[in-house]
């Protein structure tokens, strides 16, 4: 999903396709009406990427946009402030592939400061847990920060900026609930998956760069 992000969303796909033989994929733009010329970038150095436009409807309804397009089985949503690295693609689809009760997954995410981007694995914000972060000031528990960051783990909630699932298990939670319009989508989308018995997984065996907040 873009919005005025043409220089970013341009590395973003150029990482993509420095490593698209990693596995079978089709990749899709959809562009909230930017007036960057993203869209024409798109069509200009990326014959290969479908690009899907319309007004800007916010995060939730610019990605359930692709969703009569999408033809694989498993569906990545990957922000346009984000870099893949070798390895990301294969690794994170096979790993979903042979864990069948895992529903969604994300890998580790690393910011330009080098810090790990902490919103990549969170706890739902419970009372308590929302109570210490936003009134007491400490995310510890809601950034799963008690957990060592570089073990595989299951989490409430990963992060839209890298967020890999089945379109099967989409389509049946109903992708992105549209009332969002953005922020919390994500979280919701997980407590959806979640629900229906699947676990959400952080992955940190392999790791993109997320510039993050781009678009904000």
Partial sequence: LNYNTKELLEGCLNSIRKYENEVTLEVIVSDNASADGSAKMVKEKFPW???LEG????????????KPYVHGE???FLNPDTVANKGVLKKTTDY???HQDDGALSCKLILPSGEIDKDARRRFPTPGIAFMKL??????????EDVPAD??????AIQGAFFLTWKSILDKVG???EDYFFNGEDLDLCWKIRKEGWRIVYFPEVFIYHLKGAST
């Fill in 175 to 177: 992708w992105f609930d």
């Fill in 49 to 51: 990427v479908k690009l």
């Fill in 74 to 76: 498993m569906v990545l």
């Fill in 135 to 144: 009134i007491l000031g400490n995310g510890r528990k809601y950034w799963y």
């Fill in 55 to 66: 007004e800007n409807v916010g995060f939730s309804k610019g990605n359930n946009r692709a």
């Fill in 151 to 156: 073990k595989i783990q299951e989490v409430d």
């Fill in 96 to 98: 979903l592939k042979s």
